[in-house]
């Protein structure tokens, strides 16, 4: 696990837009796995303003991500398929036929998982970002989810429920479950750039980096992929 600690928010998602473009620019049809949170809203700021230079161009890239709240749809503004579109898709030249998220407001939330599972079998992202929860869980897979574990219908935890509320007007909004892609799904992407700021994090990224293996806490997970980043800020790295 190759971890870069930078001065702020801004120098990590710098960083992370950079390492990104230079897997697009070596293969223009890459396939992108996102994340959504406020950690990556920088990086795709970065994503886009390279984008608008010139510098590189997404129009053969693909992507899938991480995972969606239930019950939202797809223009719903706290879904992430919304925030996907406002904070990356609409700024950049991909096409968006060619971005993938589950689908919160599928009737059959099996048949939805069963789907995305099918799909994430033929798409290995090059690059998989990820988000850290405080509680230490990547993407919606909350602690003591399997290893082995793929993308499957979440109930979130409290603590998830509280901080995820900054986003709604009231705690009583956020959604109560989620669609994740598994942490064998997550495991499967062929490299992984993980962005983490604020001191709310350290502990978790302490435990990610340097503590014991366990379910207890998803991301320790990573330390068994050969090719993870980890991208974060001095706050967040203050327990390193
Ligand atoms: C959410 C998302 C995760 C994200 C995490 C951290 O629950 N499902 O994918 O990584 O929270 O979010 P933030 O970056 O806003 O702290």
Redesign the pocket.
């Known amino acids: 696990m190759k971890v870069i600690i930078t001065e702020n928010y801004d120098e990590m998602s710098q960083k992370a837009a950079e390492l990104i473009i230079d897997i697009v620019k070596k293969n223009p049809s890459a396939i992108l796995g996102l994340?959504?949170?406020?950690?990556?809203i920088g990086t795709y700021k970065n994503m886009a303003k390279a984008y608008e230079n010139g510098e590189v161009s997404f129009k053969n890239v693909s992507s899938v991500n991480?995972?969606e709240y239930v019950g939202l749809t797809a223009d719903h503004d706290q879904s992430?398929a919304y925030f996907m579109k406002t904070n990356l898709f609409d700024h950049i030249d991909i096409d968006q036929k060619n971005t993938n998220l589950p689908s919160g407001s599928a009737p059959d939330c099996q048949k939805e998982c069963d789907r995305y599972n099918a799909l994430l079998d033929e798409m290995k992202p090059d690059v998989q970002v990820?988000?850290?929860?405080?509680n230490g869980?990547?993407?919606?897979n909350e602690p003591n989810t399997p290893f082995d574990s793929v993308t499957h219908l979440v109930d979130?935890t409290e603590s998830?429920i509280k901080?995820?509320s900054r986003?709604f007007n009231s705690i009583d909004e956020v959604p109560r479950q989620?669609l994740?892609m598994g942490i064998k799904n997550i495991m499967q992407a062929k490299s992984i750039l993980m962005?983490?700021?604020?001191k709310n994090?350290a502990e978790a990224v302490k435990g990610m980096v340097k503590g014991e293996i366990t379910p207890a806490l998803p991301a320790s997970v990573l330390q068994l992929h050969p090719f993870v980043t980890v991208i974060c800020d001095k706050d967040a790295a203050s327990l390193l």
């Open positions: 994340a959504t949170g406020s950690s990556p991480l995972d992430y990820l988000g850290l929860g405080s869980h990547i993407g919606f979130l998830t901080d995820n986003l989620a994740s962005v983490v700021s604020g994090k």
